[in-house]
């Protein structure tokens, strides 16, 4: 039971990741005309993509195994320093100007570089490992 919710986490957090970045997260900002919106409501996006991540990283760590999820916890820990790190930097540079030296969209784009990387990893989980 556990590894079959496993399985379907895995396969739901990985496709959610990719779709977030790929056309949720670009359409929220094509069609919403205040940009400061539709940033707030990616930001929640991404908030619980960390959530679903961190939950399923906790589930592969409860199987036997565990040791075979090294990409799906990178991915995890990624996400994880993308919340609760970079996003008080950007958040910082967006109220002040800049923070640590660095832009709002400097910091934009390394947390989305970060998710790109943390969407990679999960690719190449997947790629690499047999769910069943």
């Known amino acids: 039971m556990l590894r079959s919710a ?23 900002f094509y069609a919403q005309s205040d940009r400061h919106l539709a940033g707030v409501v990616a930001a929640k996006l991404f908030s619980i993509e960390t959530y679903v991540g961190l939950a399923t990283a906790v589930l592969a760590i409860l199987l036997p195994g565990r040791t075979r999820f090294l990409w799906l916890y990178f991915a995890a820990a990624l996400l994880a320093v993308n919340e609760w790190l970079l996003k008080r930097a950007m958040n910082a540079a967006h109220t002040h100007g800049a923070a640590f030296g660095l832009s709002f969209g400097a910091w934009h784009g390394v947390s989305a570089a970060l998710y790109v990387v ?15």
């Open 118 to 132: 943390a969407c990679l990893a999960m690719l190449v989980s997947v790629w690499k490992e047999d769910l069943r």
């Open 6 to 28: 496993f399985r379907v986490l895995v396969v739901l957090w990985a496709g959610s990741l990719w779709s977030l970045a790929a056309w949720v997260a670009p359409t929220l």
